[in-house]
């Protein structure tokens, strides 16, 4: 029923763009709502009972970062992802000052913005965002670092929802279905293989001495994270 289903709400100016945001979140099975300026996206944030916003930062009338603080003032606290389309980390110095939750820089690919909206969605379930450390691996998800035997690790957005699915279920054991729906969406017919390639990936990055990685391989599952 439709009562049951996530409520989001997409405040960007670009008709278009705020239209294909729509389309793919409705195929995820979201209902979703529209504004195309601050000011209106600010009052039907205020007003309206929404599991996740998706703000842009350049909006007429109000930019992002106004109302994104103004709703933190006010006491709204559903998990929010700015949209920037500028490059550098200013835009996120300031969102995370004004109390956005995430960052996505445009143009960003269909299955990062649903990973991203999923991360969110299940950082709300567990409360307030959480240090996850399994084994000499911590991960901040307010922040996006991770720290790897006290070493800084960049990864890709991909990679780092993939580390966070993960860690956010240490000691469970997943299937790659499970992973390709949490991280990649629903929406996804690539090739299932992709999970294996990412775990490469991540390995290569976070294992950085002799120790077992955290990032077991569970024969005729998938992956599961733990110590040891």
């Known amino acids: 029923m439709i009562e049951d289903r996530r409520r989001v709400l997409v405040v960007e100016d670009d008709h278009d763009l705020a239209r294909a945001i729509a389309d793919l979140l409705g195929d995820e099975g979201f209902v979703v ?6 000011q209106s996206g600010y009052e039907a944030a205020r007003s309206g009972n929404y599991d996740v916003i998706v703000l842009d930062v350049m909006l007429p009338k109000r930019n992002g970062f106004s109302v994104c603080l103004d709703l933190r003032n006010a006491g709204v606290q559903t998990p929010l992802l700015m949209l920037t389309a500028k490059d550098g980390e200013l835009d996120e110095v300031e969102g995370l000052e004004v109390g956005a939750d ?4 445009k143009p960003f690919e269909r299955s990062i913005l649903i990973a991203r909206i999923h991360a969110l969605l ?3 379930a567990l409360g ?3 240090h996850l450390v399994v084994g000499p691996v911590s991960l901040d998800p307010l922040h996006r670092n991770v720290v790897s035997s006290g070493v800084d690790v960049t990864l890709t957005p991909r990679e780092f929802a993939l580390l966070e699915y993960l860690m956010s279920n240490a000691g469970e054991s997943l299937a790659k279905s499970e992973i390709l729906n949490a991280v990649w969406g629903s929406g996804f017919d690539g090739d299932p293989n992709i999970v294996e390639v990412y775990v490469g990936y991540l ?17 005729g599952v998938g992956y599961s994270a733990r110590e040891g």
């Not at 995430?102 to 820089?105: G, K, P, T, V």
């Not at 290569?204 to 569970?218: E, G, Q």
């Open 33 to 38: 709502e529209q504004r195309h300026d601050g």
């Open 102 to 105: 995430d960052f996505l820089h």
């Open 122 to 124: 299940r950082r709300q």
């Open 128 to 130: 307030q965002p959480q």
């Open 203 to 219: 390995r290569r990055k976070i294992d950085l001495t002799d120790a077992p990685s955290i990032i077991h391989t569970v024969r």
